[in-house]
């Protein structure tokens, strides 16, 4: 009887303890941490444009070589609807190159995972696939597809494509093989250890490899309009730096790195979504450094 009161006691007091070491989150927790994680980066920003603007205040730099930031953005505010249809060209074949991407670099990742022969003749070709500059072999795709929106998404796909599969492949090869072996003795097969153990532990490696290549996708889209086309973001920059425009040019600039930044904080609140388990999830909230 005394080991069971001590034993339910103990019980008690380890739930209580849980419950204390896990305080509840609400609503100003979160934007406390949000707050906390946003602070620095927003910080240096502001200090960049305070620098931008005073090198251009006191005309260190010719101002055909570099606008001020008042200049850059008037441009933009007189002319929305321009930047705003050429944003949403360029933002459509970034999404649906990363779309691609990751459709067929997850597809690709998991075939040479099972097949170790399809990874020792693909793997080389797509390495050596990567290290082609896209910006020499676009004009290509121009003149195999035409003017359209096709060769700007095969590039954006080409960009995305590498990082997905290369992240994808880590992760499903990361798992603890005695994990897989007591799967298998379990009786699962090869789909439900797929998609209960080999799956969910190569997601954070997916979610890297997304990131990474979130950002390219919007590089791949720009280069594949600066080879042909008469709309989008890369047609904007290309046509500023022919007519010499800066102002309208550091303007496309400025928009592209946006795009580009919207599309990895999309990326990084779906892993925040579908990963609240994994252990950097845990250490951020414990994370008290500078």
Same mark, same amino acid.
Request: no cysteine; net charge positive.
């Given at each position: 009887m005394a080991a069971q009161s001590a034993t339910d006691e103990l019980e008690r007091t380890g739930s209580?303890?849980?419950?204390?070491?896990?305080?509840?989150?609400?609503?100003?927790?979160?934007?406390?941490?949000?707050?906390?994680?946003?602070?620095?980066?927003?910080?240096?920003?502001?200090?960049?444009?305070?620098?931008?603007?005073?090198?251009?205040?006191a005309n260190l730099i010719k101002p055909y070589l570099v606008p001020s930031p008042g200049k850059t953005f008037d441009v933009i505010l007189a002319q929305t609807g321009y930047f705003a249809h050429n944003t949403w060209i360029t933002s459509y074949e970034t999404i649906l190159g990363f779309v691609i991407a990751i459709a067929v670099g997850v597809l690709s990742a998991v075939v040479m995972v099972?097949?170790?022969?399809?990874?020792?003749?693909?793997?080389?070709?797509? @390495? $050596? +696939?990567?290290?082609?500059?896209?910006?020499?072999? !676009?004009?290509?795709?121009? %003149?195999?597809?035409? *003017?359209?929106?096709?060769p700007k998404i095969v590039v954006a796909v080409l960009m995305a494509f590498f990082p997905i599969v290369i992240s994808t492949v880590t992760g499903l090869k990361s798992i603890d093989p005695e994990m897989l072996q007591l799967s298998a003795t379990m009786g699962a097969g090869a789909g439900k250890t797929f998609w209960k153990i080999r799956f969910p532990?190569?997601?954070?490696? @997916? $979610? +890297?490899?997304?990131?990474?290549?979130?950002?390219? !996708?919007?590089?791949?889209? %720009?280069?594949?309009? *600066?080879?042909?086309?008469?709309?989008?973001?890369?047609?904007v920059i290309l046509q500023a730096n022919g007519n010499l425009d800066t102002p309208m040019l550091f303007a496309g600039l400025l928009i592209m790195s946006l795009l580009g930044v919207?599309?990895?904080?999309?990326?990084?609140?779906?892993?925040?979504?579908?990963?609240?388990?994994?252990?950097?999830?845990?250490?951020?909230?414990?994370t008290t450094s500078l």
């Open positions: 209580a303890g849980a419950v204390t070491a896990r305080p509840r989150r609400g609503a100003g927790a979160s934007l406390a941490r949000f707050a906390q994680q946003t602070w620095r980066p927003v910080a240096v920003l502001a200090a960049l444009v305070v620098i931008w603007w005073a090198v251009t205040a099972y097949s170790p022969t399809v990874e020792k003749s693909l793997y080389p070709l797509l @390495l $050596f +696939a990567q290290v082609i500059p896209k910006i020499a072999i !676009a004009p290509l795709f121009v %003149v195999w597809l035409g *003017f359209g929106l096709s532990a190569s997601l954070p490696h @997916l $979610f +890297a490899g997304l990131k990474v290549a979130a950002t390219m !996708a919007v590089t791949g889209a %720009v280069v594949g309009e *600066f080879v042909g086309a008469n709309e989008g973001l890369g047609y919207v599309l990895f904080v999309v990326v990084e609140l779906l892993e925040y979504f579908v990963l609240p388990w994994h252990a950097s999830r845990r250490t951020d909230a414990a």
